[in-house]
């Protein structure tokens, strides 16, 4: 009896001993857990100087839903990016008198690099 007591307590001293060591690995991983990224506001990336477009606040519809633009040039023609609820729908763009769906178009003024990083480019007497 004696004996059958001694090892149900060491069995319980080493699984409290075993969860003592994994508790703070466990709480370490998540702590390092990488938070969700906000969505982006896309009043604030239509306004923002590089992009250069005006955001245009639509009435709420009956259900409820608002329908915003994003209204910007690119190489003369005017495209406008729907969202509904705040939620990219679509792009158009004006083009023969209509306004016809299209694809989002690539910034000509943004560099696009590989990473997302900035070149660096060191100048004379920089340094």
Same mark, same amino acid.
Do not use: K, W
């Given at each position: 009896?004696?004996?059958?007591f001694?090892?149900?307590?060491?069995?319980?001293?080493?699984?409290?001993?075993?969860?003592?060591? %994994? /508790?703070?690995?466990l709480?370490? +991983?998540?702590?390092?857990?990488?938070?969700?990224?906000?969505?982006?506001?896309?009043?604030?990336a239509c306004e923002?100087?590089?992009?250069?477009?005006?955001f245009?606040? /639509? &009435?709420?519809? &009956?259900?409820g839903?608002?329908?915003?633009?994003?209204?910007?040039?690119?190489? =003369?023609?005017f495209? @406008?990016?729907n969202?509904?609820n /705040?939620?990219y729908?679509g792009?158009?763009? @004006?083009?023969?008198?209509?306004?016809?769906?299209?694809?989002?178009? %690539?910034? &000509?003024?943004?560099?696009?690099?590989? +990473? +997302?990083?900035?070149? %660096? %480019?060191p100048f004379? =007497?920089?340094?």
């Amino acid at each position: 009896m004696i004996n059958a007591f001694a090892i149900a307590r060491g069995r319980r001293v080493a699984t409290l001993a075993a969860v003592c060591a %994994v /508790g703070p690995l466990l709480l370490c +991983g998540i702590a390092r857990a990488d938070p969700v990224a906000p969505a982006p506001d896309p009043q604030t990336a239509c306004e923002a100087p590089d992009f250069g477009g005006v955001f245009v606040t /639509g &009435p709420a519809s &009956p259900d409820g839903t608002t329908h915003d633009q994003c209204q910007y040039i690119v190489e =003369g023609h005017f495209y @406008y990016d729907n969202y509904d609820n /705040g939620t990219y729908a679509g792009t158009l763009v @004006y083009r023969d008198g209509a306004r016809v769906p299209t694809e989002r178009p %690539v910034m &000509p003024e943004m560099l696009q690099v590989p +990473g +997302g990083h900035l070149p %660096v %480019v060191p100048f004379p =007497g920089q340094f």
